[in-house]
């Protein structure tokens, strides 16, 4: 089955810096990654996903970058903002039919 | 759109005793999944349902826990008997396409067994 993991549970970064949350995954015959936000008290967000026949994809002012061959994405904000604070999830196919199998998550701390 | 609304928001339960949440999906959205919540596991896909019908439950912990959905436009997921090990958040989340695409979350359900 796919194993998700982020490599660290807390990420703080200075306003207006850039953030990248990195996610590394076990399932080589994974084919999908998707990026959710969660704000306290609220459902996961969907921010960005990728395919695997891609390496990269761009959002507004997010980018997932994807390195099959180290089995390892990362999720990169630009300039990032208050309302960055969140936890981020990244999230692979290969959990059984159509299920992904989400990461535990990396808080994202903005300091003013 | 309203987004996918759950019900309760909050449920607080004695042991032994049935829970049922209920979900809504997006109209037009027709695959549906329940998630369990916790700071221990993460977030666990329990059960996903395309056009109405169960097609991996895998995620569904044991007996006690079952889903339903009716139609296209609502869902349950009955945990009965609830023990104190069942507290967590449970979402509900559609998409349209299946499981390989974004998917809409709803509020979630905070769930505390006593």
């Known amino acids: 089955g796919e194993s998700v993991g982020l490599h660290l549970p807390t990420l703080s970064v200075q306003e207006g810096d850039n953030s990248i949350i990195n996610c590394a995954y076990s399932?080589?015959?994974?084919?999908?990654f998707i990026w959710y936000k969660q704000e306290s008290g609220k459902g996961p967000q969907f921010i960005i996903d990728?395919?695997?026949?891609?390496d990269k994809r761009q959002g507004q002012r997010v980018t997932v970058l994807l390195n099959k061959t180290v089995k390892h994405l990362s999720l990169q904000i630009a300039a990032t903002q208050p309302g960055d604070s969140a936890v981020y999830f990244c999230?692979?196919?290969?959990?059984?039919?159509?299920?992904?199998?989400f990461g535990k998550g990396t808080h994202l701390i903005i300091q003013p | 759109d309203a987004g996918v609304i759950q019900s309760p928001r909050h449920e607080v339960t004695e042991m032994g005793q049935e829970v049922t949440l209920r979900c809504k999906p997006i109209?037009?959205?027709?695959?549906l999944f329940w998630y369990r919540q916790t700071m221990m596991r993460g977030l666990e896909l329990l059960i996903y349902?395309?056009?109405?019908?169960?097609?991996?439950d895998s995620g569904m912990p044991e007996d006690r826990f079952s889903a339903k959905m009716p139609n296209a436009s609502f869902s349950t997921l009955k945990i009965q008997p609830s023990e104190p090990r069942d507290s967590a958040v449970y979402f509900c989340?559609?998409?349209f396409g299946g499981g390989y695409v974004e998917a809409f979350f709803g509020q979630g359900t905070r769930l505390t067994v006593v």
């Open positions: 989340a559609s998409s």
């Open positions: 399932n080589s015959a994974s084919d999908y």
């Open positions: 990728i395919r695997s026949n891609m």
């Open positions: 999230a692979g196919s290969g959990g059984g039919a159509d299920g992904l199998t």
């Open positions: 109209s037009g959205h027709n695959s």
């Open positions: 349902f395309n056009n109405n019908v169960p097609i991996d």
